[in-house]
């Protein structure tokens, strides 16, 4: 059974710095297409970023460009958020994605499994 595990999640102020943490058990990591999804409270779980399983491509929702970097480690099974200059509306539970079959995993019907998610709180 794949199982995704978050971390690194917590309380910053604006214009910190926080690093999530993505560990993935139970099936072939390097043939995953992962990403990171997050949601608010009240609002619906959108897409933030994804990289395919060499991690030779990127892609980012347009309010995190810049701003967040998302990497992979094959060898630790493990896919990292870089989140840089970070505001209040960046404050929701961030979510680990996995798409065993396809290049990128930035939608929420492509997504095959998901982490149980890791809270992030911006205060202003």
């Known amino acids: 059974q794949v199982q995704l595990v978050e971390s690194g999640g917590g309380l910053v102020q604006a214009g910190g710095s926080l690093r999530l943490s993505c560990l993935v058990s139970?099936?072939?990591?390097?043939?995953?297409?992962m990403g990171w999804f997050r949601q608010a409270p009240g609002k619906e779980r959108k897409f933030v970023a994804t990289?395919?399983?060499?991690?030779?491509?990127?892609y980012y929702a347009d309010s995190v460009k810049g701003r967040f970097t998302i990497s992979r480690d094959n060898a630790k099974s493990t896919v990292l958020l870089q989140m840089n200059s970070l505001s209040p509306e960046d404050t929701a539970v961030y979510y680990c994605a996995a798409n065993a079959g396809g290049s990128v995993v930035s939608t929420l019907d492509g997504t095959d499994y998901w982490g149980q998610g890791t809270q992030v709180t911006v205060s202003s």
């Open positions: 990289i395919n399983r060499s991690g030779a491509i990127v």
């Open positions: 139970g099936g072939t990591f390097s043939t995953y297409a």
